[in-house]
């Protein structure tokens, strides 16, 4: 069948967006009727039901040990240890529902999902690392998020293939890295932002293949460069030496120097690498694909996707979706070598599922909820393959005709992701705060929860302003004192108001020479997130003029478009009225190359 674009009406914002023809030729491929909710809206919905970062002091259900959850206790929901609840000791077909078609599906899901004990974390073979959430195959590791394949990493989100480093967001291949954003393949490099195969600098911002720089921009394969300008070895120690970015007050002074610098450079509208008909930010080595950020490689024909692990095809509306999987819809938390599932969250290694709520290598499930190795199965109960496959087209036609209706008025069929109401989890303890941040009142508005935050009685042993200045004069009696964060509590970045620092954090930074910090890990996560773009997209012109000068100082008249302005049109993070100098593909490269 031959479509046409269409456009509708979302159900949510009542704003206006379009299905185009390659959309509903994913639809009719996975059997799902098109979305009422517009993108941005099925993405806020998804993001309620992933809390990464809220961990709560909570009681194993089964053994009553204590355990660290990323559920609360206010919950009410029976939470097990993550070693218990991978064994033997229990069997979630126990908790076998009869399908009931006298009321919508989603309040019989609400209703096992009251009963089913849950994994305390959303995690996958790791050790040692008990402040972990959503994470595979990680060891040694402390408050890590979103992360695969790690190794003595403390305080940082989105890890793919990282060693030994500290307060990090979005960075894959990497080793003694501090405080840096989107980055790839870098080694002892820090406070640096889109930069990759860079070795002993700092403060760099989309720069490729540097040694031993200092506050650069949009350079590649130099070393012994500050603020873009080359020195020699000599030079260069005895510039960054007299910085002193050992020293508190020192490296504040710096930020706010590289901060103006920034300004005066242009930025490329994008950073798509090795990548094929794609729109989007932060993607390596995909193709065919539409509103991709944070892509690890790998990807194809797949649209609506964040931070993907490599390894996704034929997929839409996902996040933290992929390490070879295909036909994925609407998920979170959801691949593995995983084909067909549809509308799931934490579910690993399963084939051809609908609902379903952390479960694992298991296959064809509807409605359930942490079931493990097993097959033919609705709301947890067990049945033959014929009895199944009668079964599932009634439960689809009966969404159809008794819909769920939240508080709100908005009607989940089937072929919606779940309610945003019935999540365990409120507005603020999820990651939907770090993208699309709400205050309590309108939290309240849309008919969604918000956690208060818990009365706090810490003993505050030093104050910020109290620390050491020099990292020099910080010695080891400072390990588990309570500290003060700097902001106390009166910002909006989910502040613990006090921190501690480790022994192997102390170590850390004594080896890079680098000040303590001074705010707490929850607010440093939120200073990070200042420094990427949103993971939205404006239709924009390059900005590129020849009348202007290059960083260099050399006219741009040799620019592919020579004496007039570029007219190069495309999709960027970028917002329009923002102050940066955004430029295409083409003429970023004519600059920096």
Known sequence: MEYKSQNVVCQNCKKDFTIEPEDFNFYEKIKVSPPTWCPECRAIRRLIWRNERSLYHNTCAFSGKSIISMFSPETKLVVYDRDIWWSDKWDPFDYGMDYDFSKPFFEQFQELLKRVPLANLGNTNMVNSDYANHCLDCRNCFLLYASITVENVLYSTGMVNVKDSLDLYKIIKSEQCYEDVLCGSIFNTHFSYDSDECINSIFLTSCLNLQDCLGCVNLRHKSHCVFNKQYSKEEYEKIRASYNLDSYIGLEKFKKKYAEFLKTQFRRFAFIYKSINVTGDNMIHSKNGRMLFDIFGELENSKYVCHVAAGLKESYDGYGAGAHAEFMYESIDTGVEGSR????????SCLATHYTYMCYSSKFLFGCIGVRNRDY?????????????KLLPKIIKHMQEMPYTDTMGRVYKYGEFF?????????????????YPLDKKTVFEYGLKWKEISER??????????????????????????????????????????????????KFYKKINIALPRLCPNCRHFERLKKRNPMKLWHRQCMCDPTSQSY?????????????????????????DRPEIVYCEKCYQQEVY
């Open 341 to 348: 599932q549809l509308f799931s969250i934490i579910n690993h």
């Open 377 to 389: 199965a609705i709301l947890n109960k067990k049945y033959t393959k014929d009895e199944y496959e």
């Open 419 to 435: 309610p945003m109401e019935l999540s365990p989890f409120s507005y603020n303890e999820t990651i939907i705060q770090e993208y």
């Open 457 to 506: 009685d810490y003993k505050i042993e030093i104050k910020s302003e109290d620390l050491p200045d020099h990292i020099k004069d910080v010695d080891e009696s400072i390990v588990g004192k309570v500290i003060e964060c700097m902001h106390k509590g009166e910002c909006n970045q989910q502040c613990t108001e006090a921190f501690k620092i480790r022994e192997d954090e102390l």
């Open 552 to 576: 260099d100082g050399q006219s741009k008249i040799n620019h592919f478009h020579g004496k007039e302005k570029c007219t190069v049109e495309f999709e960027t993070s970028y917002a329009p």
